[in-house]
């Protein structure tokens, strides 16, 4: 494997915010009205106007699937985007399901669980814990340094290079998780940057898809088992998520192709994985997303299968921290759980981006009866920032399908 010392800064932020789905949302221009007439053609004149490929958009009351439709050139059903950071959610639910076991404990030190110490050489005596890393408490950057290389496979990455003139370097051979992890937290390792330990350990909200794909492995060092098996054993499989998995040869002829926006017009991208499994790489179908949407609404139960306690699912919803700022989709943050922010105005969820996709995923309890939405669609903002994608389209569609929902929820509920 060749390391050479690179200029990360302008990267990693970008990764950042591919994985994040925690935009904060900046209106640079008036944003405008949102067309009138159905939901369907509403939604259909967003994606003419703006040109969107394809999309798929779910609206739950209760235990109901109320609405739900794919749009577009790839307007299956069974259509497979990738979820971004809504992963995180999953990962959260793997240690809960842990706890329960008696197997692990939130407030432990993470090194009493893997092989390797993660401490921050500046703070010694400071742990970090299993809640840190769920709440992004830890301290820990939001991307390692050498993550970009690690992230991203061969092939994206001659992509990348080749059409928009970057110049990531292309190692010899990936090393494990464990290698990779190993060596970026330890001084002295041959990842390792000061930079990875970004700040103090809990002293403030830093979101992390490094403290993600952290926990993710400590979740493997638990079960003996690779993350992916964990989840799909314990969370996909009962809840019958069958278009749900981590590897696009999984869904060859389902998935819908990553696109971002260059030049004023869409390009298209080479289907990929993304190597950050605890943080962003899950890959999923609107029908799957309900199913485990319906779960998280209703104490971790669907179908009459509970994959987590209700106990745990309230834990995982309750504020654990505080957070600041306004979401993408035009939420005021109020929290963040366990894995899952929250919203003011009652409303719990996550969103997620990553090269070529944006998607987004919230409920709402009212009167113990909740209703919640699903959104995902092939427009991306993760490798070439999109203004308008940011402060417009996205907020015009979750509005359009948050006031379907509503208006639904008051006619069901």
């Not at 289907?271 to 998280?296: C, E, F, R």
């Amino acid at each position: 494997m060749r390391i050479k010392k690179k200029v990360i800064l302008g990267v990693s932020m970008i990764i950042a915010f591919v994985l994040s789905g925690q935009f904060i949302l900046y209106i640079l221009t008036p944003k405008p009205e949102p067309p009138l007439g159905s939901i369907d053609s509403r939604i259909c004149q967003i994606m003419t106007d703006y040109k969107i490929p394809s999309l798929a958009a779910g609206i739950i009351v209760n235990d109901s699937i109320i609405w739900a439709k794919n749009f577009g050139e790839q307007n299956e059903s069974d259509t497979v985007f990738m979820i971004g950071s809504i992963t995180k959610t999953f990962t959260a639910v793997a240690v809960l399901q842990l706890v329960e076991r008696n197997l692990i404990k939130l407030d432990d030190d993470i090194n009493d669980y893997i092989p390797f110490n993660v401490r921050n050489p500046e703070f010694p005596m400071r742990n970090i814990t299993v809640r840190m890393l769920l709440t992004h408490y830890s301290g820990i950057a939001p991307n390692l340094i050498w993550s970009l290389e690690y992230y991203l496979h061969k092939d994206m990455i001659l992509w990348i290079n080749d059409n928009l003139g970057w110049d990531i370097t292309i190692w010899d051979s990936r090393p494990s998780l464990e290698e990779f992890l190993n060596g970026s937290f330890t001084p002295g390792g041959e990842f390792y940057d000061s930079y990875n330990y970004y700040i103090e350990p809990a002293i403030e909200f830093l979101y992390s898809n490094a403290g993600f794909q952290l926990l993710g492995y400590l979740v493997e060092q638990v079960v003996n088992q690779s993350l992916e098996e964990y989840i799909e054993e314990n969370i996909f499989d009962p809840l019958n998520m069958t278009n749900t998995g981590y590897y696009f040869e999984e869904f060859i002829d389902k998935h819908a192709t990553p696109y971002e926006w260059k030049n004023q017009t869409t390009i298209a991208l080479p289907l990929y994985n993304i190597n950050v499994t605890g943080a962003g790489s899950i890959k999923s179908s609107l029908p799957d997303m309900m199913k485990y949407l319906m779960a998280m609404m209703h104490q971790g139960e669907y179908n009459g299968i509970k994959i987590l306690n209700t106990e745990s699912v309230d834990l995982m919803h309750s504020r654990q921290v505080y957070t600041t700022g306004t979401s993408v989709e035009g939420f005021d943050y109020g929290g963040y759980g366990l894995g899952w922010f929250l919203y003011r105005g009652g409303f719990k969820g996550h969103g997620g981006a990553t090269p070529g996709y944006s998607s987004h995923l919230y409920f709402k309890k009212t009167e113990d009866v909740p209703f919640g939405v699903i959104l995902m669609f092939n427009r991306g903002t993760a490798l070439l920032r999109d203004d308008i994608l940011i402060n417009e389209i996205i907020p015009i569609l979750n509005s359009i399908i948050l006031e379907e929902a509503e208006k639904l929820y008051n006619t069901y509920s």
